[in-house]
């Protein structure tokens, strides 16, 4: 094949825009291990409501006249993240608290449970049809271009939407690292973590650590489905199935529990299968995320830049 | 200040605490020794809320915090430097005081850093090291300094000198010794009997969840009763 580096480039472009999504909807389910210790298998639903939300945004904006897209942008990302946020309270509040302290298992199946829930909820009110967009965001920048044996041109291009969707990541990740680092509310959390009960001996009010925690996942999860939107244009109520699966997938190959994991191993997975895409074929794509999943777990259990857990003598 | 009032605390079925009386008063250091299991650390928990008395009650300052949450209860002024110290490994010096701080005013915070540090100079050497990696006793130093960052007026004590080399068991009392002179009021739950009587104004001994025998420091030293079970031999 000619023009071998215009093609890989074009698939790491899609790549990293494919594995921005995954690592904003992973860094949800990691903060919630990491503080609680369960995996919130509800949490790719509320990736799918945030999209819900934003379609829903968008339409009445255009009804209403709104058009100017910065403008629409910004009002859609608000919306969604306000509303998802209360879905991502309500779900900790309801079905997650009154089991703390229970065995594992039982915090599990009631996370499938409300998973299943949600998507029914969302298929009764919305429909099961996939509810399609315009293209938002148009246009582009060429990178770089070149002849091709037969006389055309390959251009390698960043669309604006690629663009925008690589700026966001970054500048939320980075808002969030510096909040989980730097400010009380993160210190907080992170003496949740270590030792819940220390915790609120120091004056932490845990049950409202927690439930910040379950909002702030729920928020960028809500921005990763107003990109996933506008990036695809469609979703239905099942769309948060195979994302949050893989998201799920992204935070344990970085390492569950780890923040700079969650945004690694989503970019990981966004790019391996952008290459297997590019590559090899379309059809095996997840199988290639999720075998390299299984061969990072044998050699690392612990996932990329998980910590292991050392028993307290 | 504080006054306990026949308290029964459980774990599961077991009762830990059987109907216990005490009473801390302002500007004491009240001292409470006995063997292992024998109540101690749970008193000390119970005063913070986790687990809750299930009978009797706790009152601080007039108010009852039998059954508020941990965190308000120490919002009114307590703070406890639990067994086992229970510092965040993870986490750096400053990080840990910093956490001992969420209660206060931020502005406080560098003037009361600097009070700490000014108590264990060693703390400051290592403000940015891991608590995971200091020695045991620099441990029960960063325990007791993240307490003191809350602005107690109560300061809850457990074990301090547990698995510390003697001279730094001294150094630890004599920190003790300073902060309530400093005007707070101490409850130091001890094994290291001697010590904790020398330093007290008044003491209890506890055994099987119930308090045997109170007094001055000085009473407590000479009895003999105590002297036998706590003192000789130890």
């Known amino acids: 094949m000619q023009n071998t580096f215009e093609y890989f480039l074009d698939q790491l472009i899609n790549g990293v825009t494919l594995g921005s999504i995954y690592g904003l909807i992973a860094i949800g389910y990691t903060l919630v291990y990491g503080i609680i210790g369960m995996i919130n298998f509800a949490h790719g639903e509320i990736f799918m409501i945030g999209a819900f939300v934003s379609i829903i945004t968008f339409l009445t904006l255009g009804i209403m006249g709104i058009t100017w897209v910065p403008l629409a942008l910004v009002i859609v990302l608000v919306m969604s993240m306000a509303v998802t946020s209360v879905y991502g309270w309500t779900l900790e509040r309801v079905a997650y608290r009154p089991l703390r302290g229970s065995p594992r298992l039982a915090a599990l199946i009631t996370a499938i449970g409300m998973s299943i829930f949600l998507q029914n909820y969302v298929q009764l009110l919305q429909g099961a049809r996939t509810k399609p967009i315009q293209p938002v965001i148009t246009g582009g920048m060429e990178l770089m271009s070149s002849k091709m044996p037969d006389g055309g041109t390959y251009v390698v291009s960043l669309s604006y939407l690629q663009a925008i969707i690589l700026i966001l990541t970054i500048v939320l990740m980075t808002v969030f690292t510096i909040i989980i680092t730097r400010t009380p509310l993160g210190r907080a959390q992170r003496a949740c973590e270590q030792d819940r009960k220390m915790a609120a001996l120091l004056g932490v009010n845990v049950d409202r650590t927690i439930s910040l925690t379950f909002v702030m996942g729920a928020a960028l999860a809500s921005v990763a489905g107003t990109i996933f939107l506008i990036r695809y244009g469609v979703i239905d109520f099942f769309v948060g199935f195979l994302v949050g699966v893989k998201a799920f997938t992204a935070a344990v190959l970085g390492g569950i529990g780890s923040l700079p994991g969650a945004m690694l191993g989503g970019l990981l997975i966004g790019i391996i299968e952008a290459f297997w895409s590019g590559y090899f074929t379309v059809e095996y794509k997840d199988v290639a995320a999720f075998g390299i999943l299984v061969l990072v777990l044998i050699f690392r259990p612990t996932g990329l830049l998980g910590k292991p857990d050392i028993e307290k003598v | ?234």
């Open chain 2, 1 to 234: 200040m504080l006054e306990i009032r026949g308290v029964h605390t459980f774990y599961g079925n077991i009762e830990a605490l059987k109907g216990v009386d005490l009473d801390v008063h302002e500007g004491e250091i009240v001292t409470l020794i006995g063997a292992n299991g024998a109540g101690k650390s749970t008193l000390l928990m119970t005063v913070c809320g986790s687990p809750q008395a299930q009978r009797g009650s706790v009152t601080y300052e007039d108010t009852e915090i039998t059954r508020m949450a941990t965190f308000d209860i120490v919002r009114l002024g307590i703070a406890q430097s639990p067994e086992g110290r229970r510092i965040f490994p993870g986490m750096t010096v400053l990080e840990n005081l910093q956490l001992g701080a969420i209660t206060t005013n931020p502005d406080f915070f560098e003037d009361d850093v600097a009070k700490v540090f000014d108590l264990f100079p060693r703390l400051k050497e290592r403000s940015n090291q891991r608590g995971g990696t200091l020695s045991g006793g620099e441990q029960q130093m960063l325990a007791i300094g993240r307490a003191l960052m809350s602005r107690p007026r109560l300061l809850l004590l457990d074990e301090p000198s547990l698995g510390l080399a003697p001279l730094i068991v001294k150094n630890v009392f004599r920190v003790i010794e300073k902060i309530n002179k400093e005007g707070i009021t101490v409850f130091l739950v001890e094994q290291n009997a001697y010590h904790a009587l020398r330093i007290a104004h008044r003491g209890y001994v506890m055994a099987n969840g119930k308090i045997l025998k109170s007094g001055t420091g000085k009473e407590l030293l000479a009895d003999p009763s105590v002297r036998a079970a706590y003192l000789e031999g130890g």
